[in-house]
Nanobody, 122 residues
Framework: VQLVESGGGLVQSGGSLRLSCTVS????????IGWFRQAPGKDQEGVAS????????HYADSVKGRFTISRDKAKNTVYLQMASLKPEDTAVYSC????????????????WGQGTQVTVSS
């Protein structure tokens, strides 16, 4: 299973970005897809996840109401729409594929993308 992120970049505080995670070697019906981020000097943090059934979403408290995870099954792609961005959202964002109940649990994910940098200027 391979995952490739895109859509990162530099944005001003209050702005928006949409990240994409394209999956190959499997389908979105087989995995929960999660977005994680890691800022310099900080631990990796689960941001949002989307399970294959129902589907069910989970969000970190720090992004609730600002970030939205969604999917396009035809494109085998999961998106993270980020709005009202803050400087503290600056991090490398990675997507990962895991088991159905993985939610934001880091250990529930087996496959990882390379990550994309998001920088929010004040």
């Amino acid at each position: 299973v391979q995952l490739v992120e895109s859509g990162g970049g530099l944005v001003q505080s209050g702005g928006s970005l949409r990240l994409s995670c394209t999956v190959s070697g499997s389908t979105l019906d087989d995995h929960t897809i999660g977005w994680f981020r890691q800022a310099p000097g900080k631990d990796q943090e689960g941001v949002a996840s989307l399970s294959p059934t129902e589907p069910t979403t989970h969000y970190a408290d720090s992004v609730k109401g600002r970030f939205t995870i969604s999917r396009d099954k035809a494109k085998n792609t999961v998106y993270l729409q980020m709005a009202s961005l803050k400087p503290e959202d600056t991090a490398v964002y990675s997507c990962a594929a895991g088991w159905e109940g993985a939610s934001l649990y880091l250990g529930g994910y087996d496959y990882w993308g390379q990550g994309t940098q998001v920088t929010v200027s004040s």
